[in-house]
C-alpha cells in the first residue's frame, strides 16, 4: 500500500467515525465542545501513533497466541502515558474529558489498527497510518462537535456567536449527539448517491 493511500484511507476515505462508525462512545460523550474534540482526538494520535509504532517494533517478537493480550498492554501503556501527561499539563481538560481519556484503551479503533495493520506493517508505516487515522477521528469529532456547540450554545471557544434565544438545549445534551451524527452521515449518504447518479448517467 502506498503512503498516500495509507493517509487517504484514515482520514476520509475509511474515517474511523463518518465511515466506519467506530469509536461512537466517546464521540458522543466529549462533542459537546470544540475544546474537548481537540482534546481528545490530540490524545488519540498520540495513543495510536505510540501503540502502533511499539506494535510494529515488536511484531514478530510477540507470539501470536498471545498477540492480542499483548496489543492491549501496550496499548494500555501508551493511553497511561498520555493520561498521566493531560492530568498534569492541562488539568482542565483532564476533568473535562474524564473517564473518556482512560477509557481510550477499549476504544476498538485503537485495537483494530494494532491487529490490521500495526502488525504487519514497518514501523514508519505504521506511524503515518497511527496519525492518519487518528486525524480522521479528530476531524469527526471537530464537526459533530462545532455543529453541537453553535446550536447549544450559541458559542465556539467561548467567543458569543448566535444570540442566546437561539440556543438549543437538546444539542449539547445525549440526543443530541445522536441528532447531530444522524444528520451529518444522511448529508454524506445524500451527496454520495447524488454523484453515483450522476457518474451513471454519463
Known amino acids: 500500500m502506498k503512503i498516500s493511500d495509507i493517509l487517504k484511507n484514515g482520514i476520509y476515505r475509511k474515517n474511523p467515525i463518518l465511515i466506519m462508525l467506530l469509536g461512537m462512545c466517546p464521540t458522543l460523550a466529549v462533542t459537546t465542545s470544540l475544546a474537548n ?3 481528545m482526538g490530540l490524545s488519540v494520535i498520540a495513543i495510536l501513533t505510540i501503540s502502533n509504532v511499539v506494535i510494529s517494533l515488536f511484531r514478530k517478537l510477540i507470539p501470536s497466541t498471545i498477540r492480542i493480550p499483548a ?3 501496550i496499548i494500555a501503556a501508551s493511553v497511561t502515558m498520555i493520561e498521566m501527561l493531560v ?6 481538560l483532564y476533568v473535562s474529558l474524564g473517564i473518556y481519556l482512560p477509557l481510550i484503551v477499549v476504544n476498538c479503533i485503537i485495537l483494530e489498527r494494532a491487529e490490521s495493520f500495526a502488525s504487519k506493517n514497518t514501523m514508519l508505516r505504521s506511524a503515518l497510518d497511527g496519525i492518519a487515522v487518528g486525524s480522521g477521528f479528530t476531524i469527526g469529532l471537530l464537526l459533530i462537535s462545532f455543529f453541537r456547540e453553535l446550536l447549544g450554545t450559541g458559542s465556539l471557544f467561548g467567543f458569543q456567536i448566535l444570540p442566546e434565544a437561539t440556543n438549543m438545549l437538546i444539542m449539547i445534551l445525549p440526543p443530541g449527539a445522536f441528532l447531530t451524527l444522524g444528520i451529518i452521515l ?3 449518504g445524500h451527496v454520495k448517491n447524488k454523484k453515483k447518479e450522476e457518474l451513471e448517467n454519463e
Do not use: N, Q, R
Not at 87 to 92: L, S
Open 186 to 188: 444522511g448529508v454524506m
Open 87 to 92: 492530568h498534569a499539563y492541562v488539568p482542565a
Open 37 to 39: 474534540a481537540i482534546g
Open 71 to 73: 496489543f492491549i498492554g
